[in-house]
């Protein structure tokens, strides 16, 4: 796993198993796009269920920050998934919200 920051972020991090809000571009090693949220609003993922590359480039990240992550398939989708088998996956993300799940509230 490989990343590049492209733009510094402020604010919260995305924490581990969160669920952050996100704008992202999925591409192959080639420069085409698989997934995207161009156009649209952005999506919360929660990380646990994402390939654990991109859950594992995505923690940490600040609001407002913009990485390229690069996903060996060994962390990506490897032989199997609804990619072509042993794809390099690149990810264009900026964190919009750093987690949008509830605080659980503990009483006393």
């Known amino acids: 796993l490989q990343y590049r920051l492209v733009k510094e972020g402020s604010g919260e991090a995305v924490p581990p198993h ?3 809000r996100i704008h ?8 085409t796009p698989f997934d995207s949220t161009a156009g649209r ?3 919360i ?5 994402t390939i654990p590359g991109f859950g594992k480039g995505v923690v940490g990240m600040l609001v407002g ?3 390229v992550i690069y996903v060996h398939p060994d962390l990506g ?3 199997s998934g609804r990619l072509p088998p ?9 964190v ?11 009483e006393e």
Request: proline share 9%.
């Open 45 to 49: 993922l929660p990380l646990d269920q």
């Open 41 to 43: 609003a952005p999506i």
């Open 86 to 94: 042993n794809s390099l996956l690149i990810f264009d993300v900026e």
């Open 65 to 67: 920050e913009k990485r």
């Open 18 to 20: 969160g669920a952050p």
């Open 96 to 106: 919009v919200d750093a987690d949008t799940k509830p605080v659980s509230v503990v």
């Open 24 to 31: 992202y571009t999925g591409k192959f090693a080639d420069g």
């Open 77 to 79: 989708y490897g032989k």
